[in-house]
């Protein structure tokens, strides 16, 4: 029979606590060196839902979050995705697509895990200048450009397409410059765009011009013969594609030529004086004069018939020899009505 005494016990448990603690911390330890191996060699890429990058070139790296070894990190990181070739375009990609460029770049795909989003959508850096700037922008341009712009009312024709910008230019400028005559009734004005003292583009915009005029409008019923005054006739303020004349006022004091309706808009024709006064015989030399506030014209023409004051008499322009009818002013110059 064996027996062991208490010293010989003593060394039998040390070695068993030596084999239970061996057989227990091995596994882990290999298991941890596998875990550093995998690793040392996986990739772990996180996709975001949405991305907005500086460049036009896409790159992997630019767009998602990689996590790995340095080396095969930055090889990832540099793969190519494609081009944003349109202001405002947007690219999305998938995560099919990823794991092909992925592939075609001799990457293993047993090491790489996906996280975040299926796909994400990938939009360029830029700056987008919408089109009604440029209207209000043009519009401000042309007030403090036109003399008695108070009188006016410019009409936008048509609002200009937005113009995007690549990047975050902050010091963002408008030059502007006439297409066509400043004093016409449709000005168009080309916006410049400059973008930290550089020219990124630019955008027309045309205008058309309204005129404050304002007119004689019948009260009541006017028979002919009868003067005018506060009593028959109103004064209304209206938008007039031609500008109002110079020497525009009320007709109070003049009569009625012709019977006039009640709410008709009294034209320089329907009245006029009772005795008009001879300011030129007939083929005398006249002035032909338009003028407005922005504007004034002069012709000379030849008178056909005596010019009374007030009234619409022809009058042949000597210089294209063309017949035009005007009303005479007491100065003895005449007005075209058109």
């Known amino acids: 029979?064996?027996?062991?005494?208490?010293?010989?016990?003593?060394?039998?448990?040390?070695?068993?606590?030596f084999v239970l603690i061996y057989g227990i911390l091995l596994p882990v330890v290999a298991w941890g060196e596998d875990v550093k191996a995998i690793e040392s060699t996986g990739l772990d890429i996180y996709i975001p839902r949405e991305v907005t990058i500086k460049s036009d070139t896409i790159r992997l790296g630019d767009v998602?979050?990689?996590?790995?070894?340095s080396g095969l990190a930055g090889k990832a990181g540099a793969i190519g995705l494609g081009r944003l070739c349109v202001p405002g375009q947007?690219?999305?990609?998938?995560?099919?697509?990823?794991?092909?460029?992925?592939?075609?770049?001799?990457?293993?795909?047993?090491?790489v895990v996906f996280g975040g989003a299926e796909q994400v959508s990938i939009k360029r850096l830029e700056r987008v200048i919408e089109g009604d700037r440029f209207v209000e922008a043009t519009r401000s341009f042309l007030v403090k450009d036109t003399e008695g712009s108070a009188s006016i009312k410019l009409v936008v024709l048509r609002v200009p397409k937005p113009l995007i910008i690549p990047g975050t230019s902050k010091d963002i400028k408008f030059s502007?410059?006439?297409?066509?005559?400043?004093?016409?009734?449709?000005?168009?004005?080309?916006?410049?765009?400059?973008?930290?003292?550089?020219?990124?583009g630019s955008r027309d915009v045309s205008f058309l011009v309204?005129?404050?005029?304002?007119?004689?409008?019948?009260k009541v019923d006017i028979q002919s013969g009868v003067p005018l005054s506060e009593e028959n006739i109103r004064v209304?303020?209206?938008?007039?594609?031609?500008?109002?004349a110079a020497n525009w006022s009320p007709g109070f004091g003049l009569t009625a030529k012709r019977y006039i309706s009640a709410n008709s808009v009294i034209s320089p024709r329907m009245i006029g004086s009772l005795n008009p006064e001879l300011v030129f015989k007939r083929n005398a030399k006249v002035v032909i004069r338009i003028e407005s506030p922005c504007f004034l014209i002069t012709a000379t023409g030849k008178a056909i018939s005596d010019g009374r004051t007030g009234e619409?008499?022809?009058?042949?322009n000597i210089d294209s020899n063309r017949i035009i009818l005007c009303k005479v002013n007491s100065d003895g110059s005449v007005e075209p009505v058109f």
């Open 1 to 17: 029979m064996l027996r062991l005494c208490f010293g010989d016990m003593r060394v039998i448990s040390r070695v068993a606590a």
């Open 312 to 316: 619409y008499v022809k009058v042949r």
């Open 236 to 244: 209304e303020k209206v938008l007039s594609n031609r500008p109002e």
């Open 64 to 69: 998602c979050i990689i996590r790995g070894e």
């Open 210 to 218: 309204r005129y404050y005029c304002r007119q004689m409008v019948a």
């Open 176 to 200: 502007f410059r006439f297409l066509s005559s400043r004093s016409g009734s449709r000005p168009k004005v080309q916006v410049v765009v400059l973008a930290d003292g550089k020219k990124v």
């Open 90 to 111: 947007a690219i999305v990609i998938d995560r099919s697509v990823l794991l092909g460029r992925l592939a075609g770049s001799g990457i293993s795909l047993s090491n």
